[in-house]
């Protein structure tokens, strides 16, 4: 099967004189072959019997679907997980992208340590990290004890969707950084003082060289960082309450606890169809970089 | 003179089972070498409490000859996967207490009692599926610094945000706790018996009027936390998270009025490769010397009346099996919950989702 598509690609003329694919018609698809092979066994497969589900149990049917969409609870937890999603996304962008800056304007020595501070945390369990966040975050917690020291009122961080957002964004920080760092480095930075001896202001000089060069890295980040955030399980629940429940947490439940395998199902797909017309809408942004080329 | 009796009345013991094997069950008793080259996976939930389990199993071990393997954590869809596929390999599973009513005959096969001694369990405590793996309870803990003078006595005062200003915290773990939704429909004026799904509302809706701040803890660990750092004045914990959390010093105590009485279950599910030997390590998990372990090692309370294991104080102070608190228990109408599992949930999710 795989094989025969192969030769197939091989038969196929080039059309287009790309580096890259002239390479890929080649044996070069083995390469992809054993990640292919794991996304459709271990990704594939289940996603489409959970789909199935979603429409055979208890009978074949839209009955699944009508019952999400005719509760209220899962459509208000349903635009919580976008509206918590897009914040985690936004404050990991605000504090990554200066971070993976200065990774690339700092020397060896520095990057490393830089890379070494994004990356640790990273080899900490993610269950670990969200019950430090507790201690931190709670009303007795560390953060507080310093707010009322000086001499302000306790503010309220846990059981919130502030505390859900700062947990999460600090879990999936590295998946900003990461792809951030990856464009960045890429960028030239004689563009910049080119820019400048030019007479552009630094500001404008940024706004209209470096960011729009960095785009495509901020695409991914974005993207990556939402995508993870919308499927979050722990920290939520450890560190929200009711107000801060997300979706996943809802299909644990009739998973789990109710064997509603259909309804879970339903809820799942509901979740994957909105994540892919929100990407839809998104990728016009992303081909932009492209036109006004960032390749070098 | 007294290791002398003991090990008489072990032998004695030994004879007088070997003499009924093969009629009637002896809680806690294997015949010797019964088990040889037979393999038994036993899941319950992890941590120190499958732990306990394990070890209070493994005289039946030692003497069965039986190799015991250990999985987990309990997840009823896991074992709907393993039924439904026709091979299970969970022998004995430890679960929460409504599965084995509501899928009895399902997943759960229909015990054999002539193979299980259940003369020493507490009463109402076994069902057609399933026998208690252990007691414990959800009591009503309260911070002694901020209700000094004038203490919650029950679940009324509880509930009663007027007469007791602060916070509350209950459990939000995920299934609806029936005995707690049964106490706040009590405290919202309802009536228990004869409960209908629209007292559920009633009785959420008192919840409800805990105020915004009210806490849904998660995890044991989690409700444990929340005593310790003070950060509810009331909280809804369970009675061993309790204990620690005194131990840890907690400046917390327990109102005992109506506490929630909690049981796991011990079951076999429907197409074990061995039903015999499952029933066997059942039988032997319920004995008393197993019971003593458990309790020792996990400080849950035993299923066995006769048990005494040896504990600290604040441990004791946490066991439910004393006649004064199995007088105070309250025990949930598990007909109605397991009736009305479905529609019950989704309105206690609902509000755990901030609906």
């Known amino acids: ?296 | 003179m007294k290791k002398i009796g003991q090990v008489t009345a072990l032998g004695l013991l030994m004879i007088t089972t070997a003499a009924l094997a093969q009629s009637k069950p002896v809680a806690g008793e294997v015949a010797e070498g019964s088990l040889k080259d037979k393999t038994l996976t036993f899941v319950s939930y992890g941590g120190i409490y499958q732990d306990g389990q394990i070890a209070a199993l493994k005289e039946f071990v030692d003497k069965s000859g039986v190799t015991l393997l250990s999985d987990g954590p309990t997840e009823i869809s896991k074992l709907q996967a393993q039924v439904e596929s026709g091979n299970v390999t969970w022998d004995v599973v430890d679960t929460g207490d409504f599965p084995p009513y509501v899928y009895c005959g399902k997943l759960f096969q229909k015990l054999d009692f002539s193979k299980i001694d259940t003369s020493n369990i507490p009463e109402g405590q076994i069902s057609e599926c399933s026998v208690p793996a252990m007691n414990y309870g959800v009591v009503l803990m309260y911070n002694t610094e901020k209700y000094k003078d004038n203490p919650p006595k029950s679940w009324g005062d509880f509930f009663d945000i007027e007469k007791f200003p602060g916070s509350r915290a209950l459990e939000g773990s995920g299934d609806l706790s029936g005995g707690m939704v049964e106490q706040a429909l009590l405290a919202a004026g309802g009536s228990v018996e004869n409960m209908t799904v629209a007292d559920i509302d009633k009785a959420i809706e008192k919840v409800k009027s805990l105020g915004p701040d009210t806490i849904f803890w998660k995890t044991g660990a989690d409700s444990q936390q929340l005593a310790e750092s003070g950060e509810a004045d009331m909280i809804a914990m369970w009675t061993g998270r309790a204990m620690t959390a005194v131990k840890n010093g907690a400046a917390y105590t327990p109102a005992w009025q109506d506490w929630l009485v909690v049981m796991d279950q011990m079951t076999i599910p429907m197409g074990v490769k061995d039903p015999e030997a499952a029933h066997a390590l059942i039988n032997a998990y319920v004995g008393k010397s197993a019971q003593e372990t458990l309790a020792k090692t996990t400080s849950y309370t035993p299923i066995h009346k006769d048990a005494k294991p040896e504990v600290d104080e604040v441990t004791a102070a946490f066991m439910t099996n004393t006649p004064d608190k199995l007088k105070l228990g309250y025990q949930q109408n598990i007909k109605f919950w397991v009736e009305n599992f479905e529609v019950a949930n989704e309105k206690w999710n609902a509000l755990m989702a901030g609906n």
């Open chain 1, 1 to 296: 099967m795989t094989a025969g598509a192969t030769d197939s690609r091989t038969a196929v003329p080039a059309v287009v004189a790309d580096d890259r694919r002239r390479w890929f018609r080649g044996q070069a698809f083995w390469l992809v072959a054993p990640a292919l092979l794991l996304l459709v066994v271990c990704l594939g497969l289940p996603l489409a019997i959970v789909t199935l589900r979603s429409f055979s149990e208890p009978q074949w049917g839209l009955q699944n679907y009508a019952w999400f969409f005719g509760a209220p609870v899962n459509l208000t937890v349903l635009q919580r997980t976008f509206a918590i999603s897009a914040w985690v996304t936004l404050v990991c962008l605000i504090a990554g992208y200066p971070y993976a800056y200065l990774m690339t304007a700092v020397g060896p020595k520095m990057r490393l340590i830089l890379i070494l501070c994004v990356l640790v945390p990273f080899w900490v369990s993610g269950v670990v990290r969200t019950l430090a966040w507790v201690i931190l975050l709670q009303d007795s917690g560390v953060i507080n004890s310093v707010i009322r020291a000086a001499g302000l009122g306790p503010v309220k961080l846990i059981r919130t969707q502030t505390g859900v957002v700062i947990g999460m964004a600090q879990v999936l920080l590295p998946f900003m950084i990461l792809p951030l760092y990856s464009v960045m480095k890429t960028i030239d930075l004689r563009l910049m003082q080119a820019a400048r001896s030019l007479g552009a202001s630094p500001a404008r000089a940024f706004a209209q060289v470096y960011l729009p060069l960095s785009l495509p890295g901020v695409y991914a980040g974005a993207i990556i960082v939402f995508i993870l955030a919308l499927g979050f399980y722990i920290t939520p629940a450890l560190l929200g309450g009711p107000r801060s429940t997300m979706l996943s947490t809802l299909i644990q439940n009739q998973v789990l606890s109710l064997l509603n395998w259909g309804r879970g199902g339903a809820m799942g797909v509901v979740l994957l169809i909105a994540t892919f017309v929100l990407l839809a809408l998104a990728a016009p942004l992303t081909r932009q970089p492209h036109k006004t080329g960032s390749r070098r």
